[in-house]
């Protein structure tokens, strides 16, 4: 195996061959000694083949129990295994029923040695069973001879065959192996190419959208500027030219400066729409002086004072969240010059953990909610702020009751306080 021992491979398959190198040698060696000492007398041969019982069991467990670091290394194995045959040989011509020893070698040359060293660690190992096997064949003879070396060829030739067998499966797992590696990289990167291509398609969906958008944007530009533009533009030299032709009365001048005034400033937002950009109070400073622009302006055209008040630590916003809020507040204020009748007005501007609130409320006239929360009744203005504000993940509120006024509350999600950049 390419890179790899078979102990490594065998280890990683199952755990039965831990058990097979560490238990069934010992217990081999164990039984053939408790064998030799009921079935022989105690002399010094005996001593002798218990002393080599005993070098067995001490190079096993010095060489290989007590050192699984060294199991990796094919060096100090091939080593071991030598020795390992030596002392067995050796049991052997002492003794042929030490041939009943030999599954331990037979072992470890399975599990420890790599290919191709594990054939001819094999066909050793069947010489030495071969030799315990044909201990009693009359070697003098050629029939003797023969014989004995039918039997070693035997050994060699069935043992080596279950190795050949052996690893030709081991290399059929190992690619069997590989294959599932490179078919789980395919599919991871199968996976990413599939991420990738959702990010794209994702990404062409926003493209498409923001086209459309755009394009939407262009065509309510062009209705803006041929409808409401010139129409606001007509309405400003006719009130120049009615000037020209005849002064106004004294008690008429204030409201036809209004008349004009207003006028201007809804040609001048128009021409800022159809221009696509923001209104002219957020050019220049924060929601909360826009709002302080707008309220005072107000004011001004109305002759009612606005108290305008901001709570919480200001922080910058995303400039639609800016713009929506703002165009809540002028719509709210121009619904209160229409309808309301009030004699006190209030703007609240709070900034809190995750959003940014604003507040218009008045004490004038009121109406009844339902109608609008059903969708029955209400002005195309109220519609146009709510779409504004739940465009923004945001929540609009309308309180009102017949005769007790009337409160708008817009809420926008921000990021938290300390969380810009």
Sequence with gaps: MSGQTPWRWIRAQVRRPV??????????????????????????????????????????????????????????????????????????????????????????????LPWPWRLPGVAVVAVVAGSAQASDVTKTTAVGLTIYAAVLVANIVMMCGTAWFLHLAEREEEQRVQALAELSRANRMLEATLAENAGLHAQLLAQAREAGVLDERQRMAREIHDTLAQGLTGIITQLQAAEQMHEPPPQWRRPFEAVKRLARDSLAEARRSVDALRPEPLETGRLSDALADVTGRWSKLHGLAVQVTTTGTVRPMPPEAEFALLRTAQEALANVAKHADATRVGVTLSYLENEVALDVRDDGAGFDPAGFESGTEGGFGLTIMRQRIEGLSGILRIESEPGAGTGISACIPTLPAGSHA
Aim: hydrophobic share 65%; charged share 10%.
């Design 19 to 112: 058990v097979l190198v560490t238990v069934v040698p010992y217990t081999l060696l164990a039984a053939l000694v408790v064998l030799m000492l009921i079935v022989q007398p105690v002399d010094e041969s005996m001593v002798v083949d218990l002393g080599l019982c005993g070098l067995a069991a001490a190079w096993m467990l010095f060489m290989f129990t007590l050192r699984p670091a060294w199991w990796e290394r094919p060096r100090i194995m091939g080593v071991f295994f030598v020795g390992l045959v030596v002392i067995n040989a050796v049991l052997v011509a002492r003794n042929p029923a030490f041939g009943l020893f030999t599954p331990a070698p037979y072992i470890y040359a399975f599990t420890i």
